[in-house]
């Protein structure tokens, strides 16, 4: 599964720049097209793994000034991307590793793991985006690491039935023994005492790495700032759905609102001007 820093708020890629969307648009592209290679509804393991072989040969010729044999149009794009913007094409070669791996990874014995995933499949569009922006220093890198991270955990708590559905589960099973919550008990949907707990536990992790990184979006300029304030308001308000649903994301899946987008926008106004994010930041040794 990837993250897609847009899914929490649909205006948020109207706020890029009018220059940089077209470039923008291109990375998006990449990871939904790579992402669809890679659903499980696509076909096979075994053909999927193929597909992606052949898509990670594209990214190979757009490195090399070569024409791809699939998706030509859009390499083409991604090489031009790189020459123009000076985006390096690591961050793809990541992306397209992380859904290779999830073809064959259904579980994550620790968070160290899950870590690790999140890693190749959220960190590095963050990284593109940044160097799309000329802002690419290590401090910016690392905080957009715990804002794409944060949204990736979202994304994966959002979807826990969904997942479960395909084959995977995303929470750690060193979690899952802690709370002692068993695999039967999702397959079921049993949300009780355990289970809250294991989620508030997922929950304030994902939260703590969200305010570690916002500072970020006070620090970049203009628009693209504005756009990563909203990024940050809409992950916090699904996390604080999931906790509204009493952490119960099998009855259905928490999703936005009308209300919500209101929330979020005055939220975002708010963080942009005065730099509040609307939570207290929390450690990481609370929620180890």
């Known amino acids: 599964m990837e993250v897609d820093p847009y899914e929490h708020d649909p205006v948020a890629r109207f706020l890029l720049p009018k220059a940089l969307r077209?470039?923008?648009?291109?990375?998006?592209?990449?990871?939904?097209?790579?992402?669809?290679?890679a659903d499980v509804s696509s076909g096979s393991p075994a053909?999927?793994?193929?597909?992606?072989?052949?898509?990670?040969?594209?990214l190979d010729a757009a490195a090399n000034g070569r024409a791809a044999a699939v998706h030509p149009l859009l390499f083409e794009k991604v090489a031009v991307v790189s020459a123009q913007h000076g985006v390096p094409l690591a961050p793809f070669y990541d992306l397209v590793a992380s859904f290779e791996h999830d073809i064959d990874t259904t579980?994550?014995?620790?968070?160290?793991?899950?870590?690790?995933?999140c890693n190749r499949s959220a960190n590095p569009i963050g990284h593109l985006l940044?160097?799309?922006?000329?802002?690419?220093?290590?401090?910016n890198l690392a905080a957009s690491d715990a804002i794409c991270t944060s949204l990736q955990l979202v994304h994966l708590w959002q979807d826990v039935a969904i997942d479960w559905n395909n084959g995977h589960l995303y929470l750690p099973l060193a979690d899952l023994a802690r709370f002692g919550v068993t695999e039967s008990q999702i397959a079921r949907g049993t949300?009780?005492?355990?289970?809250?707990?294991?989620?508030?536990?997922e929950i304030a992790y994902a939260r703590s790495l969200m305010v570690?990184?916002?500072?970020?979006?006070?620090?970049?300029?203009?628009?693209?700032?504005?756009?990563?304030?909203?990024?940050?308001?809409?992950?916090?308000?699904?996390?604080?759905?999931?906790?509204?649903?009493?952490?119960?994301?099998?009855?259905?899946r928490p999703v936005l609102e009308t209300l919500d987008w209101c929330i979020i926008a005055a939220r975002t106004a708010k963080m942009r001007l005065f730099?509040?994010?609307?939570?207290?930041?929390l450690s990481f040794?609370?929620?180890a």
């Open 191 to 201: 949300c009780n005492d355990a289970w809250r707990a294991l989620m508030a536990h």
């Open 47 to 58: 053909g999927r793994r193929a597909r992606l072989a052949d898509f990670r040969a594209g």
């Open 212 to 252: 570690r990184g916002a500072p970020l979006a006070r620090r970049l300029p203009g628009r693209f700032g504005l756009e990563l304030c909203s990024v940050v308001q809409g992950g916090l308000r699904i996390l604080e759905r999931i906790e509204q649903a009493d952490y119960d994301v099998f009855r259905q």
């Open 285 to 287: 040794e609370g929620h």
């Open 107 to 117: 579980r994550y014995g620790n968070r160290a793991a899950l870590a690790e995933y």
């Open 130 to 139: 940044l160097h799309l922006i000329g802002a690419a220093t290590p401090a």
């Open 22 to 37: 077209a470039p923008a648009g291109v990375i998006y592209h990449f990871v939904r097209t790579a992402a669809e290679i």
């Open 275 to 281: 730099g509040s994010v609307g939570v207290s930041a």
